[in-house]
């Protein structure tokens, strides 16, 4: 880890509450591992707004209570396994800011987020007002140090999931974000489509090999780079449907196929509709 880090940390200035991160030597303990973690959206405000960049870690109701204006009933991890790690990018001019965390991986010895931030592009916002971007996960309870990086944000990503109209119940609709070193689980897609970057997710520790599966993508799909297209009628008669997300470098293609084997349907789309379904089955062992 010691190598990864020397490449990839860059100083920035995130305090928790008054004190600096400490991004000194770095040790080197083992193999690098992602970390399970996942997403936390609250709906209470912050008593009061950073002047800078900052970290919080939230290690209790008790803290909870102390920094967070209270917003009715909320579901709170278990403290006594859980922590919540929150990145405040510091006010901005406008809105269109954004910070996110996109992975988080550890050694023996010390855990680093990576985390990427946007600024509004040609001068597009929706708000002509200070704002305050943050991102909120949960991770496992660790006494290891915390190291931050700036890294690019992810553009180059695949969704795969399958769906049903008369759907109920937890995880009915699988969907998987398989990406080059993690892959998330979105557990609670209920309104189909989504916005992904929306839905709550959870990162897993499995590392997939995204590469081998973009190499089972058939050409006719390839060809398809930025555009929607529907195979058959999914879910016409309630036999559900399957979905892929392609992004490449934030072009995004995507596709449902009918679980059916329609006409319109090639030989080379029904393969990759079985490997889709693969994946999803994989995936959800690994959850």
Known sequence: MKS??????????????????DSGDTQNCGNVRNVAYESFNYCGQLKENPTKPIYLLINSTEEMQQKFNTCGTVTLPDFTQKRILGLLAGPKPTGGYNIKIQSVIEDDCQILVQYSEKAPTDG????????????????????????????????????VGT???????A?????????NYKVLQYPKVVNFPAAFN???????????????????VPTE????????????????????GVYLEWSQAGVVTKIYLDTDNTTDQTPEVIAFKKVIQDKIAELKTKS
Do not use: W
Request: aromatic share 14%; hydrophobic share 40%.
């Open 221 to 240: 799909i390839k060809n398809l780079k930025g555009q929607t297209k529907t195979f058959g009628a999914p879910d016409d008669h309630d036999q559900g």
């Open 163 to 169: 769906y049903l109209g008369q759907c109920s119940g």
């Open 198 to 216: 929306k839905t709550d997710y959870k990162a897993l520790i499995f590392r997939d090999d995204y590469a081998a599966f973009l190499l089972k």
């Open 124 to 159: 597009n916002s929706e708000t002509q007002a200070v704002t305050y971007p943050a991102d909120y996960v949960i991770l496992p309870k660790s006494t290891k140090p915390i190291l931050f990086s700036k890294v690019y944000d992810v553009v180059d990503y695949a969704i």
């Open 4 to 21: 990864l880090i020397s490449i990839m940390l860059v100083v920035f200035s995130l305090y928790s509450c008054s004190d600096p991160i």
């Open 171 to 179: 995880n009915c609709n699988p969907f998987f974000r398989i990406e």
